[in-house]
């Protein structure tokens, strides 16, 4: 079954201590990305990247860090948490290789993230 | 910056009538608009991409427009059903970022 991939789906922190949510996709896509969602805001894009190795800032990068070392995984981390972090995350995949309606994105199920 | 504004209010029909989103952009001009679906505490899930020059693009109960002189799409619904409560997102892709509506929450009552 093609899926995205997120762990852990819940995680309640503290202030600074560093945590990562995994991402990982089975489709082969060349594109991922991680969003967070908050009431009222929509989904706002933190970082995105277009293959192994290829990654660029989204809307809001400001205290996360991302790695794409293989195809499949990309990481978020959280290197110092802060509770303005606390949010549902959501991470995507697509494909550019093709065209029309294959460029959608792909979603995981989410991680709702409490940072006290 | 560029920009992609939702009505924020719920919207409230009965079932078997037709539901109709609104999704304006400002300060760009998007090659195409996608559509998603989104159930609470759920990813969103893509229903329909339209291209700037397809004016109208079917799936369905689901139609979309893409009106580049308002600058706006319209997303419909046609004979809904309670089952299509949700949230409908509007979102553009430009180069490799994507922009994504705030959202509007759909509720169908039977």
């Known amino acids: 079954e093609a899926q995205v991939t997120q762990n852990p789906r819940y995680l309640i922190t503290v202030t600074g201590k560093k945590l990562t949510v995994t991402c990982s996709q089975n489709m082969n896509h060349e594109y991922m990305s991680w969003y967070r969602q908050d009431p009222g805001l929509g989904l706002r894009q933190i970082y995105y990247?277009?293959?192994?190795?290829?990654?660029d800032k989204g809307d809001v990068p400001e205290g996360y860090k991302v790695s794409r070392k293989e195809k499949r995984n990309f990481p978020l981390i959280l290197e110092s948490p802060s509770p303005n972090q606390t949010s549902l995350y959501f991470c995507?995949?697509?494909?550019?290789?093709?065209?029309?309606?294959?460029?959608?994105?792909?979603f995981g199920p989410g991680t709702r993230l409490l940072v006290l | 910056s560029q920009k992609i504004e939702q009505n924020s209010e719920a919207l409230n029909i009965q079932e078997g009538k037709t539901a109709t989103l609104t999704c304006n952009y400002t300060n760009y001009s998007p090659a195409y608009l996608q559509w998603y679906r989104q159930d609470p505490g759920r990813g969103p899930v893509f229903l329909l991409l339209i291209r700037k020059n397809e004016k109208e693009k079917r799936k369905e109960r689901l139609k979309v427009t893409f009106d580049t002189t308002l600058k706006q799409s319209l997303f419909h619904i046609t004979a809904s059903q309670p089952a299509d409560s949700a949230t409908y997102l509007c979102?553009?892709?430009?180069?490799?970022?994507?922009?994504f509506g705030a959202g509007t929450r759909l509720f169908v009552k039977a």
């Open positions: 995507a995949s697509s494909s550019y290789r093709l065209a029309g309606d294959q460029k959608t994105q792909y």
């Open positions: 979102a553009y892709t430009g180069g490799f970022k994507t922009i």
């Open positions: 990247s277009m293959n192994v190795e290829v990654t």
